[in-house]
């Protein structure tokens, strides 16, 4: 059965990695394919996780809490395309932390709110929450630990949705399902791509199944995937189950090259996996442990916009890739050009070039992004103190005449810690 994407509410969506400034001088996952194997053979081990933690949530917090919204938003709504029966709740009604580091996403039977849906009035509530416009990663391991619900009907998944889905849709944006699973196969999770070509009903992808009849709601298990330029592997407890790599799509386009957001929701009912029935149990739960990227690639880093004055985000102008082209203040849209990596190897990317210095040391010394090179105007620390300093000229990232108007330029010039020399970084 051909499934279709759709994002249920207005979603800010960024693009991965960001780097800083040239030399000195001179950015609800799909059903499977029908024809995908489960397999319940001892696979062979992952490959080591990479060592850099770009991005990680532990979901610590008091009991009863909502998630981080700095890292999270909740999507709110029904799904038609799907034809899901939840209605998807904001705040902490149906996501919430439990006291002793998990998040908790819970589906009931009910309609506290008389929420409307596709089919009519909603009978049932749930939560669905991802990172656009807060993190999204291209490259890496991607994992999370979680216990899964149980019972007909019953759709957990966690996936990623290319971050340009705004601009050129599904399933032109790409889609990678890390884990999916339905309650009538209560042991089996599936991994999948979904891209122009292969989505839906034909989208490229393979399970995994427990051995011994045992079932993924009976305990927590890790969820992963290893994505390289050219190749994706998924691992449920370290075992690798499959690698999908272009040779796979049979000549249709790879789009797993560019950055994309996390998504976490337990969706109730659908095409792939029914209704409840009168054995379904409410409420279910999914239960997260902690979701985790690591990766070894482009500096490593956190991932994210960069705010500053007036909560303007740092943007490289017009979107350009040239040597060259300038960084400025701008609404934050959520784009690839306001998608900044800050490296652990002290540069800071965005468009797979590096933030970099155009000029000198001098105060007023204008900055662009250029090639990454590895040279001292490319090398940049963000600080408890929110400035964004270059360790070499002792001086602060600038927006300069202290405005935050649309194409405001940025700048190198004297810690002052003004207001225009403050930054909130990923």
């Known amino acids: 059965m051909k499934r279709v994407r759709r994002m249920i509410a207005a979603v800010s969506v960024l693009a991965v990695a960001w780097t800083l400034p040239h030399a000195y001088a001179a950015a609800d996952p799909a059903q499977p394919a029908a024809s995908e194997a489960a397999s319940e053979e001892t696979p062979a081990e992952a490959a080591p996780a990479p060592a850099a933690v770009v991005f990680e949530e532990n979901f610590d917090g008091p009991a009863s809490s909502a998630v981080n919204g700095d890292r999270w938003q909740l999507e709110v709504g029904d799904n038609v395309n799907n034809h899901e029966l939840q209605y998807y709740t904001p705040g902490n009604a149906n996501a919430a932390l439990d006291g002793q580091g998990n998040l908790v996403i819970t589906a009931r039977r009910e309609n506290p709110g008389n929420y409307a849906c596709w089919y009519g009035r909603c009978e049932y509530t749930s939560a669905r929450m991802n990172t656009a416009g807060r993190f999204t990663a291209q490259y890496g391991h991607v994992e999370a630990r979680m216990k899964l619900p149980r019972g007909q009907g019953m759709w957990p998944a966690f996936w990623m949705l290319g971050n340009d889905i705004g601009s050129i849709g599904w399933p032109a944006s790409g889609e990678i399902d890390v884990m999916e699973n339905v309650g009538f196969e209560p042991g089996t999770v ?79 009912g659908g095409y792939w996996p029914g209704n409840p029935d009168g054995s379904t149990v409410f409420p279910q739960q999914l239960v997260v442990d902690y979701v985790r990227v690591t990766t070894g690639d482009s500096g490593g880093g956190r991932t994210g916009p960069i705010r500053g004055l007036g909560g303007k985000c740092v943007d490289v102008a017009g979107a350009g890739t040239a040597n060259g082209t300038p960084v400025q203040l701008y609404d934050c849209n959520g784009s690839a050009a306001q998608n900044w990596t800050i490296g652990t190897d002290g540069t800071i990317r965005a468009l797979g070039k590096c933030l970099d210095i155009d000029g000198g040391t001098a105060d007023g010394s204008p900055a662009q992004i250029w090639d990454c ?48 020399q403050k930054w909130t970084a990923p």
């Open 190 to 268: 599936h991994g999948t791509l979904h891209g122009p070509g292969y989505s839906g009903g034909e989208s490229i992808g393979g399970a995994y199944t427990l051995p011994g009849g045992q079932a993924f709601a009976d305990g927590f298990h890790t969820f992963a995937v290893d994505w390289s330029p050219n190749a994706i592997t998924w691992s449920v407890d370290g075992q690798v189950y499959q690698t999908r790599t272009p040779a796979d799509l049979g000549g249709d386009p790879w789009v797993f090259d560019k950055p994309y957001f996390l998504i976490l929701n337990l969706a109730v």
């Open 373 to 420: 090179h590895g040279g001292p105007n490319q090398q940049w620390v963000a600080n408890a103190a929110h400035d964004i300093v270059n360790p070499a000229a002792d001086k602060c990232l600038d927006a300069t005449g202290n405005s935050s108007a649309n194409g405001t330029r940025l700048q190198l010039w004297t810690c002052t810690g003004a207001a225009n």
